[in-house]
């Protein structure tokens, strides 16, 4: 699964500027380790294979951190 490209912390930065400048709201990061682990969780891997198994678990790996 080497086709697969993740989010960076940058990548999301920008997502949510973007949104922001659309409909309005804070632009203010909480806490940027807690933007950094999220953004880890569909990389995790042991050895050479990836925790979430498809592109499907990796894309719910990002929206069920918290």
Known sequence: MND???L????VIKLHSL???KFGGDSSLRDAN???SA???PVAAF???YLY????EMAAAY???H
Do not use: K, R, Y
């Open 34 to 36: 807690l933007l950094d």
């Open 19 to 21: 949104q922001i400048m």
């Open 63 to 65: 929206l069920s951190h």
């Open 53 to 56: 198994t498809d592109v499907f």
């Open 47 to 49: 050895g050479d294979n």
């Open 39 to 41: 953004c880890a969780m």
């Open 4 to 6: 697969v490209s993740f």
């Open 8 to 11: 960076t912390p940058e990548i």
